[in-house]
Each structure stands twice: as structure tokens, then as C-alpha cells.
């Protein structure tokens, strides 16, 4: 079931709108003319969403918009986001799990010691903001270039 909204005609038809400028009831069918609104419309579509909401397809209504994560919905991504940790095995590193944060905290989160295992043990690893010259980097190092992104 998709989520739906209160439409303009849903309160045209059920709300005051629909009944004369001069109410000439009985005090309480004129507040019958009140209470028909929420009764029709806002308690049935209230109800409704929280059906929908707690159905187990409501995750795929649900928009998302997670760095990292291409799909469009919770459901998608959360399986998107699945599908990556699932293959993730000790030695590796995940996609998009290098960060700004952690190659720029002091210390780095990232750094020789925490990335063995990961590289051959001859190959050595420096890290800066800057393009690296030849002085920066010895034979058998690779050299992480990192941008600090712009404060939005």
C-alpha cells in the first residue's frame, strides 16, 4: 500500500466547506458538521499510515539520501549496506570507510600500524594534503593524497 495524503477534495467533501455558510442545526449536528472531518478524513488517513508504517514494505516508501549508499529507499540501502559489510573479511578495507574525519584526527585513525595486513609488509604508506614530490616518498612507499572537503 503506498502512503497517502489528505487531499484538498477529501476535506471539500467532509468538512465544513461542504455544508451552507448558516448552519441551522441543532447545536449538535452542527458540531456533528466539525467532528465528520476528523472522523472521515484525519483519523481513516492517520490509521492508515501507521498500517503502512508499520507494515514490512514501509521501508521501501521511505526515502533515503545516505552518502555512500546509491539506492533511493531505507529498504534498498539497508540491503545496499548489508551487501557491503557481508563481504567484508579482516584485512580489508570497506569502500567509502576511509574518511576526512579519520585521516585528519590527531592522530590519524589511519596510519602504518592499523593498515598491516592490508598491504605486503614491504610496502610502506605516508600520508598528506599535499601532491607528493620524490623527497616525500622512499621506493617501496605509496603515498595517500587526502582533500579536506569544504565546510558547507
Keep these: 500500500m503506498a502512503f497517502t495524503k489528505i ?4 476535506i471539500t467533501s467532509n468538512g465544513v466547506q461542504s ?3 448558516k448552519l441551522t442545526g441543532s447545536a449538535q449536528q452542527n458540531k456533528q458538521v466539525f ?3 476528523i472522523e472521515e ?6 490509521n492508515a499510515l501507521i498500517d503502512e508504517l508499520i507494515a514490512q514494505t514501509a521501508a ?14 531505507v529498504n534498498d540501502a539497508l540491503t545496499e549496506i548489508y551487501a557491503l559489510i557481508s563481504t567484508i573479511s579482516q584485512g580489508d578495507v570497506p569502500n567509502y570507510s576511509i574518511t ?9 585513525a589511519v596510519q602504518n600500524d592499523n593498515l598491516s595486513g592490508i598491504l605486503p609488509e614491504y610496502v ?5 594534503t599535499t601532491e607528493p ?6 621506493e617501496g612507499e605509496i603515498y595517500l593524497k587526502y582533500t579536506v572537503p569544504e565546510e558547507e
Excluded: R, W, Y
Design 41 to 46: 478524513v484525519v483519523k481513516v488517513k492517520f
Design 124 to 128: 610502506g604508506i605516508k600520508m598528506g
Design 133 to 138: 614530490t620524490t623527497d616525500d616518498i622512499s
Design 60 to 73: 521501501e516508501q521511505i526515502g533515503c539520501s545516505a552518502t555512500g549508499v546509491a539506492s533511493t529507499n
Design 35 to 37: 467532528d465528520d472531518l
Design 19 to 21: 455544508q451552507p455558510n
Design 7 to 10: 487531499t484538498d477534495s477529501d
Design 100 to 108: 576526512h574525519v579519520k585521516l585528519s584526527s590527531n592522530p590519524p
